[in-house]
């Protein structure tokens, strides 16, 4: 059973740092990318980043460039997502998904992704 489980969201004042995890079991990453996604309340689901474990290509969205890390540990077959210098706007649920096959030189698409997190809550205050 493929399963996506996503955990180290939490409560985190302005400029401060999270590190989220995507726990994944009943697949190999090498064959899958994996993305991260947000979705604040009354906003579309967003592509913040991915990353392809088959040829490390990675993407990141305008808004998190050059603040979130995206990286695989693909002995734990887990996907993290650093991110630093941390604001209120970034508040939502994030998610990670998989996608069998695909390398990430461009946005990643929720309709694409075959398979989900539950979610994990990051909230930003000011």
């Known amino acids: 059973e493929v399963q996506l489980v996503e955990s180290g969201g939490g409560l985190v004042q302005a400029g401060g740092s999270l590190r989220l995890s995507c726990a994944a079991s009943?697949?190999?990453?090498?064959?899958?990318?994996i993305g991260w996604f947000r979705q604040a309340p009354g906003k579309e689901r967003e592509g913040v980043s991915c990353?392809?474990?088959?040829?490390?290509?990675?993407y990141y969205a305008h808004s998190v460039k050059g603040r979130f890390t995206i990286s695989s540990d693909n002995a734990k077959n887990t996907v993290y997502l650093q991110m630093n210098s941390l604001k209120p706007e970034d508040t939502a649920v994030y998610y990670c998904?998989?996608?069998?096959?695909?390398?990430?030189?461009?946005?990643?698409?929720?309709?694409?992704?075959?398979?989900w997190g539950q979610g994990t809550q990051v909230t930003v205050s000011s």
């Open positions: 998904a998989a996608l069998y096959g695909s390398k990430c030189y461009e946005p990643p698409m929720a309709y694409e992704y075959d398979y």
């Open positions: 009943g697949f190999t990453l090498d064959d899958y990318a």
């Open positions: 990353i392809s474990s088959s040829d490390g290509s990675t």
